[in-house]
């Protein structure tokens, strides 16, 4: 089995170690193998290749965060042609930020966006949900 380093901030590590104790993993290692496993699984999900699909993708990081804003404003510029909304709202007193995005496309418009939105910043907690457009129900008459 290969070896892998990985660099991570010490408040994150700290909270893997916790999931080691309280769920009984073997170690660090198994929870990144689970985590990229599922990662994988979840980007390589061939059900939705060759629909199309609305994410909604929601990212949550600390107030005042100008890079951050900025950055999720080019990103919104970036994939114009697959944003069809973004809300901005602060939260908890002016804590925290949350930015939505709904997002219409193909798994890589879906993809290739929610990995930018990962890669802005450390601090940048990211959700989302996938939903293919032909499961939509249309309202029987």
Request: aromatic share 6%.
């Amino acid at each position: 089995m290969g070896i892998v380093s990985v660099s991570m901030p010490e408040d994150l590590l700290k909270k893997i170690d916790e999931l080691v104790e309280v769920h009984d993993y073997s170690g660090r290692s198994e929870v990144f193998r689970e985590a990229g496993r599922k990662l994988i699984r979840e980007f390589q999900d061939q059900s939705l290749e060759n629909r199309e699909l609305i994410a909604i993708v929601t990212a949550l990081f600390p107030y005042d965060s100008r890079a951050v804003e900025t950055k999720m404003t080019e990103l919104r510029h970036t994939h114009a042609d697959a944003v069809r909304s973004n809300s901005h709202s602060c939260i908890c007193d002016d804590r925290g930020c949350v930015e939505t995005f709904i997002i219409e496309g193909d798994l890589t418009d879906v993809s290739e966006f929610v990995r930018d939105v990962e890669a802005t910043n450390e601090d940048v907690q990211v959700e989302y949900s996938l939903f293919p457009v032909d499961s939509i129900q249309q309202p029987t008459l």
